[in-house]
């Protein structure tokens, strides 16, 4: 299994919106639940977004409202939308296909991606 790659992160201002990509190899792609996480400097990595095979979304209490996550399972492709972010929404964002256990945690997750820096200035 190849690492995701994660790409669409960039420096904008507060209200502005960006839309993350993760790519995937493909294979078995469409049969996993497919998360986002995001970690700041100084600080743990955190649960953001995920999407089941089914199409099932969970989110962070801080992100609901303004960020959705969606796939394209044709494209072996998950997508997070951020909309109106906030300085506190800077962090790298990191996509992972879940393994087992609980969505929200980490540790739940294998095959990383390498990141994509999210900038957001007040």
């Known amino acids: 299994q190849v690492q995701p790659v994660e790409s669409g992160g960039g420096l904008v201002q507060a209200g502005d919106s960006l839309r993350l990509s993760c790519a995937t190899a493909g294979g078995t792609f469409s049969r996993y639940t497919m998360g986002w996480f995001r970690q700041a400097p100084g600080k743990e990595r955190e649960f953001v977004a995920a999407?089941?095979?089914?199409?099932?979304?969970y989110y962070a209490d801080s992100v609901k409202g303004r960020f959705t996550i969606s796939r394209d399972n044709a494209k072996n492709t998950v997508y997070l939308q951020m909309n109106s972010l906030k300085p506190e929404d800077t962090a790298v964002y990191y996509c992972?296909?879940?393994?087992?256990?609980?969505?929200?945690?980490?540790?739940?997750?294998?095959?990383w991606g390498q990141g994509t820096q999210v900038t957001v200035s007040s």
């Open positions: 999407t089941t095979w089914l199409g099932n979304t």
């Open positions: 992972a296909r879940h393994n087992s256990g609980s969505y929200y945690r980490p540790s739940s997750y294998g095959y």
